[in-house]
């Protein structure tokens, strides 16, 4: 099926470091989202970007809409060992209710 | 609300075999999906549901696939003849039609198939 291209596939980082992960499409989304998994568990949204160009922040997580409406970016600031897990991103045709296409994801590592 | 229940959480079966998997989602939510996610994949979308109507099919879901929504409440998912590639983690997903993407996922059913 059809997936969005998502780098890095991994990461490898020190506690406290800032990281950042990318998506691009070669379709145009009107929603792009994050997603964070944990071993075992499903996918948890973490940011829902609806505007070409919009950059939202939660907490220590910024993402950005690009204005193409075929990429977006995610950085964390200031990473913590909780942040390990596999990170997806997510995009769907329409603003509200329908299926995504999901990235590959990419594998966050924290050392302490 | 306890959220997205999916049971089993794990299943191993012999192949052949058919299998069956439950959805409970949030109450209020009248959208139900159903995405397969394989080792190191993203999830991929297999069906969704407003209230007991399928909506929509990806090529994914085969003839050996079989989803129901009866009274718009929970869902199952049949495979029948299971085969080894069916092997993944199912994963169910609720919202509302309408507004935003207020997707909340259950936990999955982990599918093995020996």
């Known amino acids: 099926g059809q997936q969005l291209n998502q780098s890095p596939q991994s990461m490898f980082i020190q506690e406290g470091e800032d990281v950042s992960m990318n998506c691009t499409s070669s379709?145009?989304?009107?929603?792009w989202l994050w997603y964070k998994q944990d071993p075992g568990e499903g996918p948890v949204l973490l940011i829902a970007l609806y505007k070409a160009g919009e950059l939202t922040s939660n907490g220590r997580l910024t993402a950005q809409f690009g204005i193409t409406r075929k990429d977006s970016f995610l950085n964390i600031s200031a990473s913590i060992p909780s942040d390990v897990g596999i990170y997806f991103c997510?995009?769907?045709?329409?603003?509200?209710?329908?299926?995504?296409?999901f990235g590959e994801g990419t594998q966050l590592t924290v050392n302490p | 609300d306890t959220g997205v229940s999916q049971n089993p959480r794990h299943k191993i079966t012999k192949r052949g075999q058919n299998v069956t998997f439950r959805c409970d989602p949030i109450?209020?939510?009248?959208?139900l999906y159903w995405y397969r996610q394989t080792l190191g994949q993203g999830p991929e979308f297999l069906t969704y549901?407003?209230?007991?109507?399928?909506?929509?099919k990806s090529r994914l879901l085969s003839d050996r696939f079989s989803a129901e929504r009866p009274k718009g409440s929970f869902s199952t998912l049949e495979i029948q003849r299971t085969e080894q590639g069916d092997s993944a983690m199912y994963l169910c997903a609720s919202s509302l039609s309408s507004g935003a993407y207020g997707y909340t996922f259950g936990s999955g059913t982990r599918l093995t198939v020996v």
């Open positions: 109450s209020e939510h009248n959208r």
């Open positions: 379709s145009i989304f009107n929603t």
């Open positions: 997510a995009g769907a045709p329409y603003t509200s209710g329908s299926r995504l296409t």
């Open positions: 549901f407003q209230n007991e109507a399928q909506l929509e």
